[in-house]
């Protein structure tokens, strides 16, 4: 039963910021939401995660709604080089990374 | 960051041989590593828990006799497909845990391509 439901691709015009949704309506409290990115044939890299409150980092920032049931991941300014498949992942801290099937960003030139 | 190297990047191998494919945590020791298979234009499936000095714990549906793995040290993983058939050509990919299990960080490797002709 899949936790998390994502777009199956978004596009994003270059220098433009990239908003990616993510539901996750079944979410417990103690489960965090985590976001990976895969670029093609590569393993997936971590971008950024929270529990609660908003976070950033230098990749994203990471937008949680009050109810916590949705997420948005923020690209503030993507480049060509963010085009990859984005995951989004609720667990547990000491839970297994189970991937879904994630949305598919094309940033255009 | 964390880095985690495989090897070999891709083989190619013939039908009824075995590929052993090695994870290595570069600049930490990961107790416990991940093992994943990608087919093209699918999502990673977890296929099994590799745990350092203990056997690994298979993933529903993934045949162990199939897919041996082993962890003798803090540093390396490795898995061998055996007696590998066209089926089991896919993406593979390793991850390293590190910190403690109640706050972890889960570093990926750049993954194997196998091709089995």
């Known amino acids: 039963d899949a936790k998390t439901t994502q777009p199956t691709s978004m596009d994003c015009a270059e220098g433009r910021a990239a908003n990616l949704p993510c539901n996750h309506s079944?979410?417990?409290?103690?489960?965090?939401v985590y976001w990976y990115r895969q670029i093609h044939s590569q393993g997936p890299q971590y971008i950024i995660h929270?529990?609660?409150n908003n976070e950033t980092n230098e990749m994203a920032s990471l937008i949680i709604t009050e109810d916590r049931k949705s997420s948005t991941l923020i690209l503030p300014h993507a480049t060509l080089r963010d085009t990859a498949v984005y995951y989004c992942?609720?667990?547990?801290?000491?839970?297994?990374?189970?991937f879904g099937t994630g949305t598919r960003l094309q940033v255009f030139p | 960051g964390a880095v985690v190297s495989q090897h070999p990047s891709w083989v190619i191998c013939k039908s009824g041989t075995s590929v052993k494919i090695e994870c290595r945590s570069l600049?930490?020791?990961?107790?416990?590593m991940f093992w994943y298979r990608q087919f093209p234009k699918q999502s990673l499936m977890l296929m099994a828990t590799?745990?350092?000095?203990?056997?690994?714990?298979?993933e529903q549906g993934v045949e162990k006799d199939k897919f041996l793995i082993n962890h003798a040290s803090l540093t390396l993983s490795t898995l061998t497909v055996t007696s590998a058939h066209p089926e089991d050509s896919s993406f593979y990919i390793c991850?390293?845990?590190?910190?403690?299990?109640?706050?972890?960080?889960?570093?990926f490797g750049p993954g194997t391509r196998l091709t089995v002709l």
């Open positions: 991850s390293a845990l590190r910190g403690p299990a109640a706050y972890n960080e889960q570093f």
């Open positions: 079944t979410i417990s409290g103690n489960e965090y």
């Open positions: 929270g529990l609660k």
């Open positions: 992942i609720v667990r547990r801290n000491t839970d297994k990374l189970i």
């Open positions: 600049d930490f020791q990961a107790t416990t």
């Open positions: 590799s745990n350092e000095g203990s056997k690994a714990t298979y």
